[in-house]
């Protein structure tokens, strides 16, 4: 990268992250409703949420930590 293009590529970058950003926290605010509007109806977020993490999770690691857990918490007296 020449230093004469360096000022019009951070520019660039810089003003697409920014737009990327704002993106992002229109989409924040969206689950945010949606997770509101699912407690409305009855449904504990706390409980969604962590579904909905175990859901993005590759299936053959989510069971390698749920078993991870579930040894820890033997190992520390808990009842699975």
Do not use: C, N
Request: avoid cysteine; charged fraction near 35%; proline fraction near 1%.
């Amino acid at each position: 990268m020449s230093a004469d293009a360096a000022p019009a590529l951070l520019k660039q970058y810089s003003e697409r992250i920014s737009r990327l950003t704002e993106e992002k926290k229109g989409i924040q605010s969206d689950i945010t409703d949606v997770y509101t509007e699912a407690h409305s109806q009855g449904i504990d977020k706390k409980a969604l949420r962590e579904v909905v993490k175990l859901l993005d999770q590759d299936a053959q690691k989510r069971r390698e930590h749920q078993e991870l857990v579930r040894l820890y918490g033997e190992q520390l007296g808990l009842d699975f």
